[in-house]
């Protein structure tokens, strides 16, 4: 519709250009001619204006009652207005819109249109028009719009980065705080504490099973070795009693050989015959009969005495009477 509109105006002011002659010798005539052009194009409202506002010529073209004559257009908008180029705009207190153009040939004296448009049209026009201008606007702003979106889709970005770097670590550091624990511990054994512990959560699953199979291993572990000390310490005690028999034995024998065998009989030959003596004597007191002095019985370990061995090989031993003890 204003494409339609700038083209009516356009032509009513060549028209009114041309009828230059007949403004100068007849005004009548010529406002007759002025009203059947504003007319014929549909305009209701069409001014002859001069450069400072003034009304200089009118149409006479009656409005409806419930339709007011729109405003005369301000000087600073005629100074705008150039031959050949009508300068077409809304007005704001009225359904019009309107258009303005220098006349050719006449001495600065404008062309004054408006033409009535349905107030729902005028809505919507003036709806595009705003966004026309919210789009130019947003236009001019794009470099800082972009910079800002790209500025916080690059901080939404490392956000979430560092939140999954964080979620990884902590579930990472779950995961093996078991297999810290246990490497640790391994280490203390390592140095002979067996008695260390690793903690067992039910919540690890395997790593727990590991856990506990460590402990029963260090337990174990620990069992064996209280048990080989204590075996240690059985045989150190008995080889200390072993060197102190095997020692008091080669003293004895040293001392023998040094004083002579006939001075000093041996200290164990001595205690055989003291246990022998204690023996015959228990048997007696048992209802048994003592062996007799001198007589050598099989299974008698007794060494031979002193006087034995100064007997003569050929001296017959002396018979004794059988009795119920033999």
């Known amino acids: 519709?204003?494409?339609?509109?700038?083209?009516?105006?356009?032509?009513?002011?060549?028209?009114?250009?041309?009828?230059?002659?007949?403004?100068?010798?007849?005004r009548d005539r010529f406002r007759q001619f002025f009203t059947a052009q504003a007319s014929l194009r549909d305009l209701p409202t069409a001014m002859m204006l001069t450069a400072d506002g003034t009304i200089l010529l009118s149409a006479d073209i009656q409005?409806?009652?419930?339709?007011?004559?729109p405003a005369v257009p301000p000087p600073d908008a005629l100074a705008k207005a150039v031959e050949g180029a009508p300068q077409v705009g809304f007005l704001n207190d009225a359904n019009y819109v309107g258009a303005v153009t220098k006349l050719r040939g006449y001495d600065d004296i404008y062309l004054y249109v408006a033409r009535f448009i349905d107030p729902q049209v005028l809505a919507q026009i003036r709806e595009t028009q705003t966004?026309?201008?919210?789009?130019?606007?947003l236009e001019a702003r794009r470099l800082g719009v972009q910079i800002a979106f790209a500025l916080m889709y690059t901080v939404i970005a490392l956000t979430v980065l560092l939140s999954s770097v964080w979620i990884g670590l902590a579930f990472a550091n779950r995961l093996v705080a078991p297999i810290r624990r246990l490497i640790s511990a391994a280490d203390i054994v390592s140095t002979g504490n067996l008695?260390?512990?690793?903690?067992?959560?039910?919540?690890?699953?395997?790593?727990?099973?590991?856990?506990a199979t460590f402990n029963k291993m260090t337990q174990e572990l620990r069992t064996q070795r209280n048990d080989l000390v204590r075996a240690r310490d059985v045989i150190d005690s008995r080889r200390r009693f072993t060197e102190a028999v095997l020692a008091g034995a080669r003293r004895g024998r040293h001392r023998r050989r040094r004083q002579g065998p006939d001075?000093?009989?041996?200290?164990?030959?001595?205690?055989?015959?003291?246990?022998?003596r204690g023996r015959r004597a228990r048997a007696a007191a048992r209802?048994?009969?003592?062996?007799?002095?001198?007589?050598?019985?099989p299974g008698d370990e007794?060494?031979?005495?002193?006087?034995?061995?100064?007997?003569?090989?050929?001296?017959?031993p002396v018979a004794t009477a059988p009795s119920r003890c033999a």
Request: charged share 25%; hydrophobic share 35%; aromatic share 4%.
């Open 1 to 26: 519709m204003p494409n339609r509109f700038r083209a009516d105006a356009d032509a009513m002011s060549i028209d009114v250009s041309r009828a230059k002659p007949l403004f100068d010798q007849d």
């Open 63 to 69: 409005l409806p009652p419930e339709f007011k004559p």
């Open 131 to 137: 966004s026309i201008a919210q789009w130019a606007n």
């Open 195 to 211: 008695h260390v512990q690793v903690p067992v959560r039910r919540s690890e699953g395997d790593l727990a099973q590991l856990g």
């Open 263 to 276: 001075q000093h009989p041996q200290p164990l030959r001595r205690e055989a015959r003291r246990l022998q």
């Open 287 to 297: 209802g048994g009969c003592p062996r007799a002095q001198g007589v050598h019985r």
């Open 302 to 316: 007794r060494a031979p005495s002193a006087s034995s061995r100064a007997t003569p090989r050929s001296a017959a």
